[in-house]
Each structure stands twice: as C-alpha cells, then as structure tokens.
C-alpha cells in the first residue's frame, strides 16, 4: 500500500514515517492480545435488541443521567453503519452538541487527516461515534457512571456495525470498549479484542494537538490497525 505523502504532511508526520510494507505483499497478521472487554460487548437489556431506527430514538430521548438536562441534542454518531472501520472517541465537545456529528472541531479535523493517510475519509467505509452521547460541562472528563449509563448504547453500535477494525481514540474509549484501567501508552502498539473484533489503540485527536511529538506513535498505530484490517 502506498500512502500520499500530502495526507501525512498534514499530520506533521512526512518524511518521519512512511509504509514499509511492500505495495504488492500481503500483510503478515501481527500478534494478537485478548483483552477483558468481551462481556460489555454483549449490551445490556432491551438495548440489545435495538435496531438503528430503535437506538437513535432511545439515545435521543435517554435521561438515565444529568447530563441529558444541558445537552441540545444527543450525538449517536455517523457515518457508514457497514463499514469496516469503527473509530471511537470520548464525548461531543460544544460544536458537536451543536450540530449532532462527534468530531467537528480542531481535533475532527486532524481526524479526518488521520483518515486521510489511510486513504479513508468520513463517512465512506468508516463510522465515528462517541463513549457518551451527551456533552459533558465545560468538556469535562465524563464520570464513571455517565459512562456505565452510555456504554450499552455504544456495545449495541458495534453489534450493529460489525466492523472489522475498531480503534479507539484516548483513554476513555479504550477503557471502556477492553474494560480495563490501564492507560493509552499501556494499551497502544498491541491487538486487543471486544469480542471477535480487533481493537486498536491510540490518543484522542485533541490530545494529539497539545502533543505534537506523539502524532509519530498515532500514525503507528493506524498502520497497524491497517495491517490488522488487511490480514483478516
């Protein structure tokens, strides 16, 4: 596979970090680690037997915790609901609450860059969607039982899509998709599993743009979710 130099100048990355695999070689699977985070991906009561049409109505209309009082509107995610790819960040920021699609703001944009040195872009093979629905104040941490509370709704996303890849973006995502407490650097440059579905895992976007340096172990990260993505 042979990536555009202009995507990763975007990332700051170019000339630091290039494809090392051969354009016509198969990729070899890299090695597997099962993670913990098989139960949650089972969802939790009626959730679990929603549809689409079912799920965005219940995300819409959820008040299980305060912080559906001081949202404008719920953020279920978007993009290809067949996609192979599954991208999963914290919670909306204030544009997102705004406009009801995660991923808005500065740290969407080196996203959709990110996607864009894989050959991706928003929408076309690729879902984004968020641990919480509901914007938390001032784009505070969410808490541990907002997140319990929003959890199903995002095991019922990936049920729905089963992608072949997920990646999560900070410490929220990957925590909560493999269950576990271990941080991003701990968990990042391994194949972790919720499920049958190989997880991946990297740094939020907006931690990415306060820590420029990282953008090098970030692009890592993708190639590998690539090569997991190709070897399956």
């Known amino acids: 596979m042979?990536?555009?130099p202009s995507a990763l100048k975007e990332l700051g990355l170019w000339p630091l970090w290039r494809w090392r695999g051969a354009p016509d070689a198969a990729p070899s699977a890299p090695p597997v680690e099962t993670g913990r985070g098989g139960a949650p991906c089972e969802g939790q009561g009626a959730i679990e037997a929603l549809g689409w049409a079912?799920?965005?109505?219940?995300?819409a209309a959820c008040s299980a915790c305060p912080l559906h009082a001081g949202r404008q509107q719920a953020v279920l995610g978007v993009g290809d609901r067949q996609g192979d790819w599954l991208f999963i960040g914290?919670?909306?920021g204030a544009e997102e609450d705004?406009?009801?699609e995660p991923f808005v703001g500065q740290a969407g944009k080196l996203l959709d860059h990110m996607l864009a040195a894989l050959k991706l872009r928003r929408g076309d093979n690729v879902y984004i969607a968020n641990v919480l629905k509901c914007r938390p104040p001032q784009n505070r941490n969410p808490l541990p039982e907002e997140i319990a509370h929003c959890a199903p709704?995002?095991?019922?996303?990936i049920a729905l899509i089963s992608p072949k890849v997920i990646v999560t973006l900070g410490r929220f995502a990957a925590q909560?998709?493999?269950?576990?407490?271990d941080r991003v650097g701990s968990l990042r440059g391994r194949v972790h599993r919720?499920?049958?579905?190989p997880v991946i895992v990297t740094y939020h976007p907006a931690y990415l743009l306060r820590n420029l340096p990282d953008k090098a172990r970030a692009w890592e990260d993708l190639c590998l979710a690539r090569q997991v993505l190709e070897a399956g």
Do not use: K, N, S, W
Request: negative net charge.
């Open 54 to 59: 079912g799920l965005g109505e219940a995300v």
């Open 194 to 197: 919720c499920g049958d579905i």
């Open 2 to 4: 042979i990536f555009d």
């Open 98 to 100: 705004q406009r009801g």
């Open 176 to 181: 909560t998709v493999l269950q576990t407490t």
């Open 153 to 157: 709704y995002l095991m019922r996303q």
């Open 90 to 92: 914290e919670a909306p």
